[in-house]
């Protein structure tokens, strides 16, 4: 039986590159889908050495670019008639208000928006390898009174905040955006053998916080040491989970706490606001999909 092929973004530091390596350990084909291709390289040789397994592959692309993504897919397609596993890591958190190469707010272009089109355009060899599995990581922050205390809401009004930027609802918004898109996703992949899951990882260490000012970087490690943040391996065991675990590997459309079943906001679950979500997201895209 060939070996099963999972593709992961992000995967060249933090939980992508855990993840990484514990597939590959596993004896799985690992796509790893990186910005900076001198990172990824040096990622990729790490697994490699640290695995023994030799089928790890680095295809660079700018989750902020609908062109990158479109020549990603490309090659993937050329290399691969199938894909087992999908696993949406990257991830960008910026103070300020910046855009991506396609004018768009970075955090909801480059870590929903290019998520969102990247497994549309990977449908087809997600169902190929059916029974097959997208997860995508979102967190718990979402939710009113963690972090902040501020509820995530879909700002349909301004939903890049280019009128008035809310760094904090702003960021909120892509984690509940995720887990909106992964309902909807597992809703209209019904039947088809290809199942959409999210996941809330243990609080790790990370570099997800590299974009801020130092100063703000040094509160995010105290907060992470205050925290008692754990490994990024221990992290990629939660993320894991709904791939691995006997008892969750063809569950749909759930959200996973720390490698248990758990609840997300309530306004996670309407569908009417998912719908809309969806066919916003298509409006940036310039795209129908399923």
Same mark, same amino acid.
């Given at each position: 039986?060939?070996?099963?092929?999972?593709?992961?973004?992000?995967?060249?530091?933090?939980?992508? /590159? #855990?993840?990484?390596?514990?597939?590959?350990?596993?004896?799985?084909?690992?796509?790893?889908?990186?910005?900076?291709?001198?990172?990824?390289? %040096?990622?990729?040789?790490?697994?490699?050495?640290?695995?023994?397994?030799?089928?790890?592959?680095? +295809? $660079?692309?700018?989750?902020?670019?609908?062109?990158?993504? /479109?020549?990603?897919?490309?090659?993937?397609?050329?290399?691969?008639?199938?894909?087992?596993?999908?696993?949406?890591?990257?991830?960008?958190?910026?103070?300020?208000?910046?855009?991506?190469?396609?004018?768009?707010?970075?955090?909801?272009?480059?870590?929903?928006?290019?998520?969102?089109?990247?497994?549309?355009?990977?449908?087809?060899?997600? /169902?190929?390898?059916?029974?097959?599995?997208? +997860? $995508?990581?979102?967190?718990?922050?979402?939710?009113?009174?963690?972090?902040?205390?501020?509820? #995530?809401?879909?700002?349909?009004?301004?939903?890049?905040?280019?009128?008035?930027?809310?760094?904090?609802?702003?960021?909120? %918004?892509?984690?509940?955006? /995720? +887990?909106?898109?992964?309902?909807?996703?597992?809703?209209?992949?019904?039947?088809?053998?290809?199942?959409?899951? $999210?996941?809330?990882?243990?609080?790790?260490?990370?570099?997800?916080?590299?974009?801020?000012?130092?100063?703000?970087?040094?509160?995010?490690?105290?907060?992470?040491?205050?925290?008692?943040?754990? &490994?990024?391996?221990?992290?990629?065991?939660?993320?894991?989970?709904? #791939?691995? #675990?006997?008892?969750?590997?063809?569950?749909?459309?759930?959200?996973?706490?720390?490698? %248990?079943?758990?609840?997300? &906001?309530?306004?996670?679950?309407?569908?009417? +606001?998912?719908?809309?979500?969806?066919?916003?997201?298509? $409006?940036?895209?310039?795209?129908?999909?399923?």
């Amino acid at each position: 039986m060939d070996a099963k092929i999972a593709l992961i973004t992000g995967a060249n530091s933090g939980l992508g /590159k #855990a993840a990484a390596l514990k597939l590959a350990k596993l004896g799985w084909n690992v796509v790893m889908l990186c910005r900076d291709a001198q990172r990824g390289e %040096q990622a990729r040789q790490e697994i490699i050495t640290a695995s023994g397994n030799e089928n790890i592959r680095l +295809i $660079t692309a700018d989750l902020g670019s609908k062109v990158s993504i /479109k020549n990603f897919v490309g090659e993937f397609e050329r290399r691969y008639s199938q894909l087992n596993l999908l696993i949406n890591c990257a991830g960008i958190r910026v103070l300020n208000y910046q855009k991506t190469g396609d004018g768009i707010e970075l955090m909801f272009g480059s870590e929903y928006l290019g998520h969102f089109i990247l497994t549309n355009w990977l449908v087809p060899r997600l /169902k190929a390898g059916a029974p097959s599995k997208v +997860i $995508t990581i979102s967190g718990e922050g979402h939710k009113a009174g963690v972090e902040g205390g501020v509820g #995530a809401s879909i700002n349909f009004d301004d939903i890049t905040y280019e009128k008035k930027w809310d760094v904090l609802r702003a960021s909120k %918004q892509v984690v509940l955006a /995720k +887990i909106l898109f992964t309902y909807e996703l597992a809703r209209r992949l019904e039947g088809s053998g290809v199942s959409a899951v $999210t996941v809330s990882p243990r609080f790790s260490r990370t570099n997800l916080s590299n974009h801020y000012p130092w100063f703000v970087r040094w509160i995010a490690a105290f907060r992470m040491w205050q925290a008692r943040a754990v &490994s990024p391996e221990l992290g990629a065991d939660d993320v894991l989970y709904p #791939a691995l #675990a006997p008892q969750a590997q063809y569950q749909t459309g759930k959200y996973y706490v720390e490698g %248990q079943e758990g609840k997300s &906001s309530p306004e996670s679950y309407d569908p009417e +606001i998912a719908k809309r979500l969806w066919e916003i997201s298509e $409006t940036f895209a310039g795209e129908k999909f399923l």
